[in-house]
């Protein structure tokens, strides 16, 4: 799996939120295509949307997150210039600058896991005394390559926080 080192810049994102479990997001009624669908049908009343085609799914765990029992964040939003005016209901989040390592996953999202099996089961060892992961969160980035939530031709970059050991 191709893998690339990014910086990016301090981000302000505003959208939805929800927790969620593992297995909510897997087996049930799949309640992040649903928070997205009611996010991209809101998506025009964020005034100050830096790129409304750079949309952002922002997964965050808990301290000493467990997969099998514990819920985490799903966020879903743009980068914004501004926080003046958020849009009723809808919340922001900072992502402090930082590197990342960038895997672009093309397939449908119910797919995307393969990326963090590999972040955690290969790239990690390959890489064991370079770099370690510095945050609880990662960040899907569904852009122009992005067709939708079942298309096998969508790309999504999804990138995950890391620093020099």
């Not at 926080?83 to 119910?110: C, E, Q, T, W």
């Not at 609880?136 to 995950?160: L, M, R």
Request: net charge negative; with cysteine.
């Amino acid at each position: 799996m191709d893998t690339t080192i990014i910086e990016k810049p301090e981000m302000v994102l505003v959208g939805l939120a929800i927790d969620v479990t593992l297995k909510q997001v897997l087996h049930v009624d799949r309640p992040t295509y649903y928070l997205a669908s009611t996010f991209m049908k809101r998506i025009n009343e964020i005034g100050s949307c830096k790129n409304d085609r750079e949309v952002f799914g922002l997964s965050t765990d808990p301290e000493n997150y467990n997969p099998d029992r514990d819920a985490f964040e799903y966020f879903i939003g743009v980068e914004v210039s501004s926080l003046v005016h958020i849009p009723d209901g809808m919340v922001y989040r900072r992502v402090p600058a930082n590197k990342y390592v960038a895997f672009s996953f093309k397939g449908p999202a119910d797919k995307a896991g393969t990326v963090h099996a590999y972040l955690y089961s290969t790239w990690l060892h390959e890489n064991v005394n370079e770099y370690e992961l510095c945050a609880p969160y990662n960040i899907e980035i569904y852009g122009d390559k992005f067709i939708g939530p079942e298309s096998e031709e969508s790309v999504t970059d999804i990138i995950f926080p890391i620093r020099n050991k």
